[in-house]
C-alpha cells in the first residue's frame, strides 16, 4: 500500500489535507482517485489508513478510517556522527541508511571537512530532512530519522561520551577489527558510530575520540569512500542487533522504530 506522511494530532475520523508534497505525489505520481485507501504516518510513530474523499491538482483530502498501533518496542538506536563529505554525498548517506534502520544522524566538522558553508547549513538540514522523510514513505519506517544539526567533533564526542557503544572508523588501525568489538557487543545500545571525512580523521583526532571511550576499529583490507562506510556500518550494526529480520508481532516487535526502553540512559 501507498504511503503518505502528514502531520501529527490527526484523531480518528478527522478528514485531512495532504501537504503540497504529498498531495502532488498522491495526484500526479501514483495517481489515486476519490475512494482510494493510503497509509499514512505521522514521523513520530502512529499510522492510520486514510480514505481519500477529493483528489484534485490543488488539493487532496482524505478521512481518516482506522488507527493503527504502534509498536511499544522497536529497533535499538545506533547513531552515527558522521563527518560533512564533499558533493550530494551526505544525501546519500541520509537515504540509504534511514532505509537500513539508523536512528540519529549527526553531521560532524573535523580537521579535514572540506565543505564549511555555515551560511547554508539550514537549507542543507531542510533539504537532508525532506530526503529522510521520502525515505521513510518508501521503506516503511514509522519514526523518522533525526537528523541534528553539525557540531564539532569534540562537543559531538562530549555528547556521547556516556554512551555504552562508541566506535570510530580509522583505516590506520592495525589491532582491532569490526567483528572483534561486535562479538562483545551483546546487543548493547545506543550504538554510536564516527566516521571521517574522504580525507579521514587526523591522528590526533582519533586519540581525542579515544580519550571519550571512542573504540578505533579498522574495516578491514579495503579502503571505503565515506559513504560506503556510513551504510556498511548501519547494515552491520543492525544485522549484529538482530534486527534484519521478518517481523514478529507475537514477540511485540514490528520492525518499527519506537524508542527502545533504556535508550536514553546514556
Known amino acids: 500500500m501507498h504511503r503518505v506522511h502528514i502531520p501529527p494530532g490527526v484523531r480518528d475520523g478527522d478528514v485531512v489535507s495532504l501537504p503540497a508534497a504529498e498531495a502532488h505525489y ?3 505520481v501514483i495517481r489515486r482517485r476519490i475512494g482510494d485507501v493510503l497509509m499514512a504516518f505521522d514521523g513520530a510513530g502512529q499510522e492510520w489508513h486514510v480514505r481519500l474523499v477529493k483528489v484534485s491538482p490543488a488539493a487532496v483530502e482524505g478521512q481518516v478510517n482506522i488507527v493503527q498501533t504502534p ?14 563529505p564533499k558533493s550530494t554525498k551526505m544525501d546519500l548517506i541520509v537515504e540509504k541508511c534511514s532505509e537500513l534502520g539508523l536512528t ?9 571537512t572540506v565543505v564549511r558553508d555555515t551560511g547554508r547549513e539550514a537549507a542543507k538540514l531542510a533539504r537532508w530532512r525532506r530526503v529522510a522523510e521520502s525515505a521513510a514513505r518508501q521503506c516503511g519506517r514509522r519514526v523518522f530519522l533525526d ?4 557540531v564539532t567533533l569534540r562537543d559531538f564526542c562530549v555528547t556521547y561520551r556516556c554512551a555504552p557503544v562508541k566506535i570510530v572508523c580509522w583505516e590506520e588501525e592495525q589491532e582491532r577489527g569490526l567483528r572483534q568489538v561486535l562479538e562483545k557487543l551483546a546487543r548493547q545500545s545506543p550504538v554510536v558510530v564516527l566516521i571521517g571525512p574522504e580525507g579521514g580523521l587526523t591522528p590526533p583526532e582519533v586519540v581525542m575520540a ?8 579498522n574495516l578491514g583490507p579495503r579502503r571505503l569512500r565515506t559513504e560506503t562506510a556510513a551504510i556498511a556500518m548501519t547494515s552491520i550494526i543492525r544485522y549484529s542487533l538482530g534486527e534484519l529480520e521478518p517481523r ?8 518499527g522504530e519506537r524508542s527502545y526502553e533504556g535508550a536514553g540512559d546514556w
Request: hydrophobic share 40%; aromatic share 8%.
Open 248 to 255: 514478529r508481532e507475537k514477540d511485540g516487535y514490528t520492525g
Open 71 to 84: 509498536a511499544t518496542v522497536g529497533l535499538r538506536p545506533i547513531v552515527l556522527g558522521q563527518a560533512l
Open 147 to 150: 537528523l541534528q544539526a553539525s
Open 210 to 217: 579515544q580519550s571519550y571511550g571512542f573504540i578505533s576499529v
Open 104 to 112: 540519529t544522524l549527526v553531521p560532524v566538522y573535523t580537521e579535514r
Open 26 to 28: 498522491v495526484a500526479h
